[in-house]
């Protein structure tokens, strides 16, 4: 994560790059995990448009600057990064943005009551032009190709644009006094008219290596079955009424867990489902519920992806494919070309994005069995690290590592910012069966938190649980700790108040109880993370190479 200030919620700043210029807003707590995919972009209003192909385009503006609605004419600048469907390259798509240099403002409201230019596309600095509603006119000119305009559905003054390919876009607005902000965008997307493409200009990356780009879509020859129809792993107390079918918690939890936590469990995080078939080629037909499908630094595939497994002759787990989403519903073949034969599948759901429904879809004739979720899983509650943060594809995980490891079903109750040993979430684990419990809520707590809240939670968890395995796990270190003293003090104090946590426990009597340190989660050579705190791939592998031997030996013999 790139910029400079503080978590807007927390600072009312907005984060940009050296010069100011807006290259992404994250939600973080003090201690840097990630709130939630949703709050991506904040302080800002999306504005959802389509392209002239009719794919829909989800333009997110994040203004930094100052306001001034007196009556005098004012200079300014404004830039911000447009994201279509999770972030793109400046020279495809560049948002301008009004503001202007007075009073420090904290949010705006962009309204859109045109739609991109259509016929009004232009190439090489030709003049656009979109009239509005009311008085006033917007008048665009770019000096790169391809260049749409939109406008205000009302204007009460004139406003004008100069733009060109510098970062940055000077204007001058006199508003009036009854003047809402109303903020104009231009949206440069080179994309949107292949046709008039100039030459010399680059062509998108799938264009000029198809391996690049998205999954063919599925065919028609496809039997489609519907996963709600045989289950998922992952769904704690099925049973329970839902507000979605794939939320994680059931509907009474609302009102109960925090605010967060209650929207955070509506990601599909560490749900799988299982099947066989001898179908020579895959297909999946899904619909995810929030249109950022990727983060900054978490792609696609595993905020939004659908990642699958077979067992191999050998009956071990291997890699499959996994589905590239660019939009929230995705209908693809994933896989052709299958080896004959029959085997068993599984597919892991997306991570940081909730489903509205999914369908696996097999060649017609093909034969087909829905595998109904095991029994006795290993439970998992924990942060954004648990969450999956951040994960290339759902089963890289170290919770979805260690089910395949161990052969055994798996829950992810970890809360992106929001895993802090809740009682209200212990109420809920409580009536989960689960072979063993693993409590990782450290990257979100202090360590006050942790001595006040630790062994409240493992006796409600003894008290309807009493043989169950409950291991406590350390919070992994910062991959630049070494180079950041505060950081290091601060895990070297929460990883003591864990410890004293455990003898507490420990010296009641609390048997079946287990401790993972956390210095080496990520490995010894800082290359475990993505941005220090979220693990990366490898990162994750290593976490599961230390958790592995600790739950099978909390598993043996049950």
Partial sequence: MGGRGEHPSNGAEFLGNEIGHIEQILALDHNGQIVAAAHQITLSHLVELGDATGQAIKTALALRGDLNLDQRSHTSLSGALAVHHGMIAEDQAVLLSLLDAGLHFLEAEAQNGGQLGGGALGVDGKELKQRVHEEGSLTVKHELADAASISCGASHRSLKYWGSSERGLQMRFTPSPSLR???????????????????????????????????????????????????????????????????????????????????????????????????????????????????????????????????DNNGQWKWVQVTRPGTQEVRAEVIRDLAPGEREYAAYLPLYNGVEFLKIGVEKGSSFEGLAPREKPILFYGTSITHGACASRPGMVHTAILGRRLDRPVVNLGFSGNGRMDQAVGEFIAQVDAACIVVDCLPNMQPSAVREKCVPLVRQLRAAHPKTPIILVEDRRFTNDWITPAKAKFHSDNHAALREAYDILKKEGVGDLDYIEGDHLYGDDTEGATDASHASDLGFMRQADIFEPVLRKALQGR
């Fill in 181 to 311: 902000l109303c903020v104009a965008t231009s949206l440069l997307i080179c994309a949107l008219c292949p046709a008039q493409q100039p030459a010399g200009k680059s062509k998108g990356i799938g264009n000029l290596d198809p391996a690049m780009g998205g999954k063919p879509q599925a065919g028609a020859n496809v039997q489609w079955h519907d996963a709600t129809q045989w289950g998922v792993e992952g769904r704690i107390l099925p049973q329970a009424e839902r507000k979605r079918w794939f939320d994680r918690l059931p509907a009474s939890a609302e009102g109960k867990v925090t605010p967060a936590v209650w929207s955070l469990s509506r990601d599909s995080a560490g749900m799988v489902l299982r099947f066989r078939t001898n179908s020579p080629a895959l297909h999946v037909h899904y619909k995810v519920n929030k249109a950022n499908l990727g983060m900054p630094h978490m792609p696609a595939t595993g905020v939004s992806g659908v990642d699958f497994y077979a067992r």
